[in-house]
């Protein structure tokens, strides 16, 4: 989704156009050739805003992290540089959400939701850290993207057992 916009960032709402004569075989289809995979997706104008969401920035390091396949940081290197182009607040310093990301330049919103900074950029840097950091066999991530660490239970139980 981010690769068919203008600014290279996703839209919060993406349709998928689809092939009513059963022709599209996406399986077949090469992730890197875009023209390929383009037009099966709609961006309705009024859900072409983007909010500064982490959920795709953290499907890429989780996937970086169990495969350790370099598209996954090229990727994220893309998104980050779309970010740093598109919603950076110059006379401010800060970054802010937009608009719409098919228009150049993409309009501006006045706000910055909390979890850009508390999650997208978290799971960027996370991204781009040492695989020895923060190991995903040691920690746990909540959905707000806060490090909990995985606890053997040991001698302990839950009390739980099952029933039959």
């Known amino acids: ?19 009513e004569q059963g022709s599209s075989t996406p399986n077949a289809r090469s992730r890197n050739n875009v023209d390929e995979w383009r037009d099966d997706f709609i961006v309705k104008p009024l859900d072409a805003h983007n909010l500064q969401r982490p959920e795709t920035v953290e499907s890429l390091f989780l996937l970086w992290r169990i495969t ?11 998104i980050l540089d779309a970010f740093r182009k598109h919603s950076v607040v110059e006379l401010a310093g800060g970054h802010t959400s937009l608009d719409n990301v098919n228009a150049i330049p993409a309009p501006r919103r006045d706000n910055m939701e909390s979890f850009w900074l508390a999650e997208t950029l978290k799971y960027l840097y996370l991204l781009f850290s040492p695989v020895e950091y ?4 040691k920690v746990v991530f909540n959905t ?21």
């Not at 981010?2 to 092939?19: C, H, Q, R, S």
């Not at 350790?68 to 893309?78: A, F």
């Not at 923060?134 to 066999?137: H, Q, V």
């Not at 707000?144 to 039959?164: C, D, M, Q, Y």
């Open 1 to 19: 989704m981010y690769k068919v916009t203008k600014t290279g960032l996703a839209p919060e709402i993406v349709w998928f156009n689809m092939d």
């Open 68 to 78: 350790e396949d370099h598209i996954y940081r090229k990727w994220g290197v893309e």
């Open 134 to 137: 923060l190991p995903l066999d």
């Open 144 to 164: 707000e993207a806060h490090v909990l660490p995985k606890i053997e239970l040991g001698k302990f139980s839950t009390g739980w057992k099952r029933s039959r």
